[in-house]
């Protein structure tokens, strides 16, 4: 049986490789269903003396079913340095409207001149 599936490729350089490359692909519908984005963005935990501003976009999941999304950012440039924030959501949790958000929460990587890491949380915006 075929099952219809639209989606898009991005290059994705391997560190390291002078001859292999890879690609992701993010589906944006698999048998007809619609897949979804969210957008987020929030501020870190103070600590070391500063805080990061963050902002991005989930990856891709299916619309209407019980799902999750990953995401994955870079931090504001702040005190010399950047983190890298990336996780699950959790579930989707459903409006009253209409639409759901996604709950996430987290740590940075380490990173600066004092080493050092920052909590995070938020939640997606709506759907």
Known sequence: MEQPVIGFI????????????????????????????????????FDVGHQHKYAGTTEPAPSGVPHTHGYRTVTSFDDGHTHVISGTTGPAIPLPGGGHIHYFEGVTTVNGRTPHKHAYSGQTTAD
């Open 10 to 45: 991005v290059h994705a350089d391997d560190e390291g490789s002078d001859t292999t490359h890879t690609h992701e692909m993010y589906l944006v519908s698999w048998d007809g269903r619609q897949l979804h984005v969210h957008n987020f963005s929030g501020v870190t935990s």
